[in-house]
T-cell receptor
């Protein structure tokens, strides 16, 4: 079945450091890929998305490129801030009526 | 525009008691989802509605869980009786389902969730 695997956390880094969160997927069709972020006590918020191979999603300094050849959608940010501390979820949706599959989430802790 | 509204935010009950959660999706969103999120894990789908029809309830434990979306707008998720293992955050999400013919990127908008603690 369809699945998403992302690196385990917590990922702890200092402010202004470079962040990478790995995400790989398996899917029978041609999925759309997403990163969602969850701040403490809140629901998930869409961070970025990509709908086809080689698309790059970007938002708030975060980027992720849809790599079909490696079935990956790694999240990156060049310089993190304390406010980026959150749990990040990679997710996929097969192009048939909104069936979503989420990864387990990666907690990111940014220290001053 | 108001987002997805859920209530209550927090609920503490004893095992074997009933509990209900309510969700009001974004206006105009035809698809509504209930997810369960256990501590340290990603959301897992319980049920998905398209308008008032439950189109995917394969993961809903039907012996104790029930859900309804009578008018195709707001929805209620009920657990009766609750068990210790039901302690989790119950997330509601909605989307405007444009189908796979377009971009295919139906975006979910989540509510803040209802945190259930069963003692």
């Amino acid at each position: 079945g369809d699945s998403v695997t992302q690196m385990e956390g917590p990922v702890t880094l200092s402010e202004e450091a470079f962040l990478t969160i790995n995400c790989t997927y398996t899917a029978t069709g041609y999925p759309s890929l997403f990163w969602y972020v969850q701040y403490p006590g809140e629901g998930l918020q869409l961070l970025l998305k990509a709908t086809k191979a080689d698309d790059k999603g970007s938002n708030k300094g975060f980027e992720a490129t849809y790599r079909k050849e490696t079935t990956s959608f790694h999240l990156e940010k060049g310089s993190v801030q304390v406010s980026d501390s959150a749990v990040y979820f990679c997710a996929l949706s097969i192009n048939s009526w909104g069936k979503f599959q989420f990864g387990a989430g990666t907690q990111v802790v940014v220290t001053p | 525009e108001a987002g997805v509204v859920q209530s209550p935010r927090y609920k503490i009950i004893e095992k074997k008691q009933p509990v209900a959660f309510w969700c009001n999706p974004i206006s105009g969103h035809n698809t509504l989802y209930w997810y369960r999120q256990n501590l340290g894990q990603g959301p897992e789908l319980l049920i998905r509605y398209e308008n008032e029809e439950a189109v995917d309830d394969s993961q809903l434990p039907k012996d104790r869980f029930s859900a309804e979306r009578l008018k195709g707008v707001d929805s209620t998720l009920k657990i009766q009786p609750a068990e210790l293992g039901d302690s989790a955050v119950y997330l509601c999400a909605s989307s405007l389902d444009q189908g796979g013919k377009l971009s295919g990127a139906n975006v979910l908008t989540f509510g803040a969730g209802s945190r259930l603690t069963v003692l």
